[in-house]
């Protein structure tokens, strides 16, 4: 074949944020928005292409901007082909819903099929993160394309990342009557700022000085926390604790379905990121308050923070009622109107055409 097209889909982490690089448990979905790699054998150089925006260079040429995360890709997995990829993509650039992801994984799944290196889909995943750690410098830990890659439609993924392991867990809120509503703020959102990488910096301090390599790896969270005298460490590894208990709660509330209490654990998660690990923000904060004033069953910022995407568990029959909601707090601060996405657990990465066989 002389060409390959494979898509990945953005995710949304329901809860579970900032536990992937603790070696903690997270719990993410795919969406329906995706993006698309269509690769072409070429006769010289790389061609990296998305709408208007072009990237043209020899091969092992490294460039910067957005076709890093794509040549990344190709250099972590040996590449060294001339080749046309382009890009096409409807998941929002910056809303915290994994955009960078999504193109990886396409990225990765399509020229694994191209060129038929035989690779697992847990081979391609580590070539992922290893590209956008490594080679874009982006300091994440794994979930983004742990999640693009394998998610599951009418499911979450359980990925506990002190072992490595993933569950398939069902989630089907649509048969509750309920929506998950993502709502991207339009705040835009970047993990190679020095935000993300301090908060993972002050969880490493709280590692070192209890002696573990990991946060997860801590069982008795209170004396730890005594432990732990610097206030603001002491915040970040509190969150991380409390996190991974919640986690395990909402797990647990799915399987005796238990929306009520599941709405509630991810209202007390956000409370956990906006007060101890401080990574949301005005809009952020606007967009759950708002939520769940228009009466959602609870409502969260989803992914890194610092901007991006909230989302909530809405009863179907008032949707309309909590984007209004949320619309309307938005234009009483004067802000820009944010987007609304319909979150349903869609497919991981896959073979688009020609067809896998």
Sequence with gaps: MDHVIAS????????GEHLDYNGGLCLPIGLPQRTTARIARADGGVTVRSGDLEWTGGVGERPAGWAAYVVGVLEVLGVREPLTVEISSDVPVGAGLSSSA?????????????????????????????AETEYVGAPTGGLDQTASMFARAGHAILLDFADGSSTQVGFDPASAGLTLLAVDTRVAHEHVD???????????????????DLLSQVHDAASALTALTDERVRRRARHVFSEQQRVAEFVRALDLGDWAEAGALMTSSHESLRDDFEVSCAELDAVVEAALAAGAIG???????????????????????????????????????????????????????????
Aim: charged share 25%.
């Design 102 to 130: 999504a193109l990886e994984c396409s990225v990765a799944t399509a020229i694994d099929a191209l060129l038929g290196l035989g690779c697992t889909r847990e081979d391609l995943t580590t070539a992922c993160i290893r």
């Design 299 to 357: 409502a969260r910022m989803t992914g890194g923070g610092f901007g991006g995407s909230a989302i909530a568990l809405v009863d179907t029959e008032r949707v309309a009622e909590v984007r209004r909601a949320i619309d309307e707090a938005f234009a009483a601060r004067g802000w820009g109107a944010p987007a609304h996405i319909d979150a349903q657990p869609s497919e991981g990465a896959r073979v688009d055409a020609p067809s896998a066989q």
């Design 194 to 212: 020095g935000g993300y990488s301090a908060r993972r910096a002050d969880c490493e301090l709280a590692a070192r000085t209890l002696g573990v």
């Design 8 to 15: 990945a889909p953005g995710r949304v982490n329901l809860i």
